[in-house]
């Protein structure tokens, strides 16, 4: 099996360091994932994260000319969350595109009928407030003496 940088792999946990943890990818290839690597939170122990023969998603990050592979795990696991957002994304504008009777318009018509709507029954409402107030009032100008 070929490793390539970026690509998203399967190995497992054979041994533990202070500084990260070894992990054999198959086919006689070893890898390196830095504490750094291993979460996305402070790793204090790296034994409360991983075990010797747990099997892990890592991300290759590099290929040193000498061989040395970086691995990450929190970087796979990103990218796993990053897919499946992709994917209920598509999902949504699959929905979407179906007639959906809720579906805000940004037509500019529509605004534009709607504002002239709007400013007709505004209109409407102030002139009948202004007839019935002006007859609770004895009508404009005239003043009792």
Do not use: C
């Amino acid at each position: 099996m070929s490793i390539e940088v970026g690509s998203i792999v399967e190995g497992k946990v054979t041994g533990i360091a202070k500084f990260g943890a070894f992990v054999d990818l198959g086919g006689g290839q070893n890898g390196l994932v830095h504490i750094s690597e291993i979460s996305d939170k402070y790793v204090e122990d790296i034994h409360k994260e991983l075990d010797k023969g747990q099997t892990v998603k890592v991300k290759v990050l590099s290929i040193a000319d000498d061989g040395k592979i970086a691995l990450s795990i929190r970087k796979a696991q990103a990218n796993a969350g990053q897919d499946q957002a992709k994917a209920k994304e598509e999902q949504k504008e699959e929905f979407g595109s179906k007639s959906n009777p809720y579906k805000k318009r940004n037509n500019k018509k529509d605004f534009d009928a709607m504002m002239n709507s709007f400013l007709k029954d505004s209109e409407d409402r102030l002139s009948s407030l202004r007839k019935n107030t002006e007859g609770k009032r004895g009508g404009r100008g005239s003043r009792r003496s």
